[in-house]
């Protein structure tokens, strides 16, 4: 399996961004293997770890920014949401924005120099973009079935007619008596009325 350009320029970044630990075993003489499974086994970052903690000690190292009731107040009424029924209520709804900014911030604090954005998830392999591409051979089957029409010649699809078995069907075959092409149900008036 083998990593595309992107990914490669990425996992480089990271691994030249990651601290290194001093360690104290010996280096070992094996070469590990450098697949996209060994090197995504250990993540290099957490989601929790751009959240903000639950320690006392690290929410007042960290510039956490102070939302205010009104502000909070303001955002809802422009986003057409309730406005909180209790204090309680409210502070919470701080908390969450806060600690959503803080997750915002860590995101954009990140160094991008350097990595392309990503356009679209596709496999881009030769395989896959030979698979996806469209070429004469495909259409030639629906270019068969269109006619050239009028002065400047537009195509316009010819119409087929599909025969199937179903439209061979002999309805009245079953039928105990016909008159042409309708079945004859005999009446229980007849009968009724003494009719012979």
């Known amino acids: ?3 595309c350009t992107r990914c490669r320029l990425s996992l480089r970044q990271t691994l030249r961004l990651r601290p290194t630990k001093p360690t104290s075993a010996p280096l070992s003489t094996k070469s590990s293997p450098s697949t996209a499974q060994a090197i995504l086994s250990k993540p290099t970052w957490s989601v929790s770890s751009l959240l903000p903690s639950e320690s006392p ?12 009731p009104a502000q909070l107040h303001h955002l809802l009424r422009l986003s057409a949401l309730p406005l909180p ?3 309680a209520e409210e502070q919470s709804m701080i908390e969450t924005l806060q600690s959503q900014l803080q997750f915002a911030r860590a995101v954009q604090r990140v160094d ?12 881009e392999t030769e395989a896959a973009i030979k698979e996806i591409t469209i070429g004469l051979e495909d259409l030639k089957d629906v ?3 269109e006619t050239l029409v009028g002065h400047y010649q537009r195509p316009r699809k010819v119409k087929e007619r599909i025969q199937t078995d179903a439209e061979n069907w002999d309805a009245l075959a079953t039928a105990s008596r016909r008159a042409g092409k309708y079945f004859v149900v005999e009446s229980g008036k007849k009968a009724e009325a003494g009719e012979p």
């Open 143 to 145: 270019l068969a079935k």
């Open 112 to 123: 991008t120099k350097g990595v392309e954005p990503l356009r679209a998830i596709r496999d």
């Open 57 to 68: 000690q690290s929410s007042s190292a960290e510039a956490r920014e102070t939302i205010t």
């Open 1 to 3: 399996m083998s990593l």
């Open 85 to 87: 029924k209790s204090p």
